[in-house]
């Protein structure tokens, strides 16, 4: 089993940045692909991003594209989302998760490709 916990959200005011972590725990994550998903009150979980089991491909919603960053460190079984020039509707319980997803295959952008998933940390991002 995989356990994983996301830290580094807060309130912060538009225009500013923020660097979530995603900790994983129980066993590496050093083979899986690792996304980022969000989820705003009253909306769907959407995608943000995805990075590859060796950090050599990524993956962007158009949403956050040029903004927003995604990496790893499987050193230390850790992904990273820096976020940058954050926006109001950039608001949400972001959630990181793990995808068991096969060699030399695109990223996966549907929630339901998805293994393993952390309880999310909040986002919120004032005008």
């Known amino acids: 089993q995989v356990q994983l916990v996301e830290s580094g959200g807060g309130l912060v005011q538009a225009g500013d940045s923020l660097r979530l972590s995603c900790a994983a725990s129980g066993r590496s994550v050093s083979s899986y692909a690792m996304g980022w998903f969000r989820q705003a009150p009253g909306k769907e979980r959407e995608f943000v991003a995805a990075i590859t089991w060796n950090g050599g491909d990524t993956y962007y919603a158009d949403s956050v594209k040029g903004r927003f960053t995604i990496s790893r460190d499987n050193a230390k079984n850790t992904v990273y989302l820096q976020m940058n020039s954050l926006k109001p509707e950039d608001t949400a319980v972001y959630s990181c998760?793990?995808?068991?997803?096969?060699?030399?295959?695109?990223?996966?952008?549907?929630?339901?490709?998805?293994?393993?998933w952390g309880q999310g940390t909040q986002v919120t991002v004032t005008s």
């Open positions: 998760a793990a995808d068991s997803l096969p060699p030399r295959s695109r990223l996966r952008v549907a929630a339901g490709n998805y293994d393993y």
